[in-house]
């Protein structure tokens, strides 16, 4: 039986899709706990012996904010462990890291048909895209 799955991502989650060759399908949603607009408590300015200094915590940001999407990603890998076609569709820049993941990875490397940009869809639409790719 071939498995096909179909990939929906944004920065905040992931849809994916599995179909089976009867037509059916299943969904499961995966939250990316990505935090993209974080105020980090106690980020104020500073006072030194030479003045006011402002310490930005930007590197300590970007760091939690690699470590949440490289989290992300692994969560994604255990859903498309044993597919056999992929597709990778949705409107954020992140299928984009997603697609670099897999491309490094020599056990998904071949299985990757496509990245396509989408618009924000609902659920019934993501359905659609997915049976349209694979079985048009």
Not at 52 to 72: A, S
Not at 89 to 100: D, Q, S, T, V, W
Request: glycine fraction near 6%; hydrophobic fraction near 35%.
């Amino acid at each position: 039986m071939k498995k096909n799955i179909g990939i929906w991502i944004d920065t905040k989650q992931a849809i994916v899709i599995r179909l089976s060759k009867n037509g059916e399908h299943f969904i499961k949603k995966i939250d990316s706990k990505i935090e993209t607009r974080v105020r980090v408590p106690g980020e104020s300015k500073k006072f030194g012996r030479f003045g006011g200094q402002y310490i930005t915590y930007e590197k300590n940001r970007l760091n939690k904010k690699n470590e949440q999407v490289n989290h992300f990603i692994k969560e994604l890998f255990k859903e498309i462990e044993n597919c056999d076609a992929l597709v990778i569709f949705g409107p954020a820049k992140m299928k984009k890291i997603l697609e670099k993941e897999i491309r490094n990875n020599m056990q998904f490397s071949g299985k990757l048909l496509g990245v396509h940009n989408t618009d924000l869809l609902t659920e019934n639409q993501i359905v659609a895209w997915v049976k349209d790719y694979f079985y048009n």
